[in-house]
């Protein structure tokens, strides 16, 4: 009992060490190029055409691309040395690169992906993080870290990077830029070190409408044709739902620019756990197969499940033998998912690819050739650098949930900033079906304008009157919780706090509370998860364990 009790204040120690070095961290000098960069280069578009012939397409814009890119004379370091250091230089340029400098762009560099382009979160502890420019204390966001904050940063006009599940959509919400993830496969995927086959994506980022039109039209290779506007556009209510911030000031802007360009009668709402249930039947064979237990799994757990799965299946039949030989340095957490068993039949290979099919011609369906999907791109803001949060199960199941959608589908979805919130980048993003890139573009093209003008209603917004009733109910539970700990009735006081954490489960103060009746009792273990947790929360709740 009594090592318990030392490892607990170990763990409060390790928290104010935190705490500190969170400090200097954040007063540590912010590099020129804001950590974006990795590698500077410069690759020169051709001589323009002599007219009367028009001058290419890209003229005057500068881009960067994500270190998965083959340049021809550089090794492709993949987010990680020891990559750098057993792989040769490239002996060509990925083609999608090339076209862009042909269409007249200038690629001035390569940057910063997470390791091995793995996660979503964008800390990379062997290249450094890259700053995100929007909201420094916060992580920029990954993979494509180094490529949003170039971007974000003013370095370039538009930036290159891959979308796996979420490796353009994360970083352009966090870092408050446009992220294009297009339809799987519309764009070649030669030239660019693969993280999961049949989910890989080229992406961009971008400041702007204009510029991610024009060079997404380069990029898919597409034909003129005449802009249509959108017969319908769904909200889907229940990814709302998912948010971690006030939902109401995001969809209220969405449905002021809907009514405003393509009037009220095209706005309608959806329930896609719903939809999914009944026209993706092969999650009910995955979730028989791989999940235990008999509760009911909602189907975008399930999808976020089947995802992050195919990721960690594929990305293990193509670098595990790397891994197993040269065993490279991994944070923890990315270390974690990689070298976990995955036993795999062919069986539920299948069906994770009959998800995929049918998800596809579910969205399809569901969207048309005119329709468009808008959901959250991220549930949080951009977690806290260093924050526990991001390995939280909650944070997972959000991400993924919302991000699974397009990844699986392989449909178009652009991000879009909407100004901030509590001082955060905020996003909102429209899906289109598979090979509506250009449809999707001209409609972002219209309504782009229109969504930032009324951001400042999302900064302005306030948890909904339900949210607000819950957290009043907990604090009002949590003060019970107060007298009977001042009472020293240890048992009724964990009751109490206890009922205030399923009211509101990200309120640090009700775990340290608890911490505390715990400790009264001597139940070391469970005041050492609840420290744990209420530090993951917030650290400065280790100076005080009531307010």
Known sequence: ????????????????????LMTKRLKKTIKVDFGAFIQKLELLPPPQPAPPK????????????????????????????????THEPSTRTSPVVLALVEGGATCIGKTVV?????????ENKHYSTPTNPAAPARI?????????????????DFSLGIDTLGGIRVPAAFCGVIGFRPSYGVISNTGIIPVSSSLDTVGLFAKDPSTLRRVGLVLLQ????????????????????????????????????TEKHFGRQVLKHENLEKYFSSKVPSLKEFYSQKINGDSKISSLTLLAN?????????????????????????????????NETLDMTDKEIEICKSVRTEMRLAVNNLLKDDGILVIPTTAYPPPKLGSKEIFSDDYQNRSFSLLSIASISGCCQVTLPLG?????????????RHGGDRFLLDTVQTVYS???????????????????????????????????????????????????IKLSDNNATYYSNRAAAYLELGSFLQAETDCTKAISLDKKVISSWKR
């Not at 506007?229 to 995001?250: M, R, S, T, V």
């Not at 001042?486 to 006081?493: F, G, L, S, T, V």
């Open 54 to 85: 028009a001058p290419h397409p890209l003229t005057g814009l500068n881009f960067a691309v994500s270190d998965v890119f083959d340049i021809e004379g550089y090794v492709t370091g993949f987010g990680h040395p020891d990559w750098l250091r």
């Open 1 to 20: 009992m009594a090592s318990h009790a030392a490892n607990l204040w170990v763990l409060l120690g390790l928290g104010l060490a935190g705490i500190f």
């Open 306 to 338: 089947v995802a992050q799965i195919l990721q960690r299946y594929e990305f293990k039949c193509t670098h595990g033998e790397w891994i197993n030989s040269e065993k490279p340095v991994l944070d923890s957490a990315i270390s974690a998912q990689i």
């Open 420 to 432: 901030y919130h509590d001082k955060c980048p905020v996003s909102v993003s429209f899906i289109a």
């Open 450 to 500: 229109s969504l930032q003008e009324h951001a400042d209603t999302v900064a302005k917004s306030k948890l909904s009157p339900n949210a607000v009733k819950q957290e009043h109910s907990a604090e009002a539970v949590k003060e019970k919780g107060n007298q009977a700990y001042k009472d020293k009735q240890w048992q009724k006081a964990i009751g109490f706090y206890t009922e205030a």
């Open 114 to 122: 997470d390791e091995l382009a793995y996660s979503i979160h964008g």
């Open 140 to 156: 920029p966001g990954g993979s494509s870290s180094g490529a949003a904050v170039a971007v974000a940063a003013d370095f370039v």
């Open 222 to 257: 597409l034909p003129f044709s005449v802009q249509r506007n959108p017969k319908q556009i769904l909200l889907a209510d229940d990814c709302f739902e998912l948010l971690k911030i006030p939902k109401d000031g995001i969809s209220q802007v969405v449905t002021n620019s």
